[in-house]
């Protein structure tokens, strides 16, 4: 089953046909690399993955996560939520591809649009939390900024129910081997920066993760 895994999972949390995994493959542009799932096992081989969203949190925006979470500020903002029936995510994350990168990269989009990526951390009702992805259709505003155009019906959707442990447990372990990194990083270049000028993958689309374990 080893031969199995990701070479870049740093953690991954199953739920009823789907799955978040973190990896450690985007650090090197300062991002944190969330890919969420659905699959379907009545499917044939190869052709059982249904939805497929790839996220990358900025690394800084991770950390703050994570001390959100250490210092029950996460939880106390969760409680809140839920006592006012308050449904607003908690944190939320937009970017994407623009168009003109997404041309360069050989990867355009039929429409021509650029692509949108939406994360969403969402107060629960069976669970703490609800884990929402989404990607589709978007427009770079004048800021650079991706747009999602969208609305209700994302050409990929992952929903993941998930407690306050398990969550904790994919920050704690992405900072963990995201300051592993840095710190290697800076003793192979101590006098330059750790970050090299890379560009953002723009892998995106119904293919089935070559090592994904369904």
């Known amino acids: 089953m080893d031969k ?10 199953d739920a009823k046909g789907c799955f978040v995994e973190s990896l450690n493959d985007a650090f090197s542009i300062g991002k944190c690399h969330l890919t969420f799932a659905t699959y379907d096992l009545n499917r044939p081989a190869g052709q059982r993955q249904t939805n497929l969203v790839q996220i990358y949190l900025d690394c800084g925006e ?3 996560l994570c001390r959100k979470a250490e210092s029950g500020e996460l939880r106390g903002l969760l ?3 839920k006592q006012k029936g308050d449904s607003s995510p908690l944190y939320q994350c937009m970017g994407g591809t623009s168009a003109e990168k997404l041309h360069r990269a050989g990867k355009p989009r039929p429409d021509g649009k650029s692509l949108s990526r939406v994360f969403q951390l969402v107060p629960g009702s069976k669970a703490d939390f609800l884990l929402v992805a989404d990607s589709g259709p978007g427009e770079t505003d004048e800021k650079g900024l991706i747009v999602p155009r969208f609305g209700k019906h994302p050409e990929n959707h992952v929903v993941i129910s998930m407690g306050m442990g398990p969550f904790c447990e994919i920050l704690l372990l992405t900072r963990a081997h995201y300051l592993a990194w840095l710190a290697a990083s800076y ?5 330059g920066s750790p970050f090299p000028q890379e560009p953002e993958s723009v892998s995106e689309g119904p293919q089935e993760l070559a090592n994904a374990m369904f």
């Open 62 to 64: 991770l950390l703050e």
């Open 4 to 13: 199995e895994r990701n070479a870049h999972q740093i953690v991954r949390k």
């Open 187 to 191: 003793s192979r270049a101590p006098q």
């Open 79 to 81: 409680q809140i939520r």
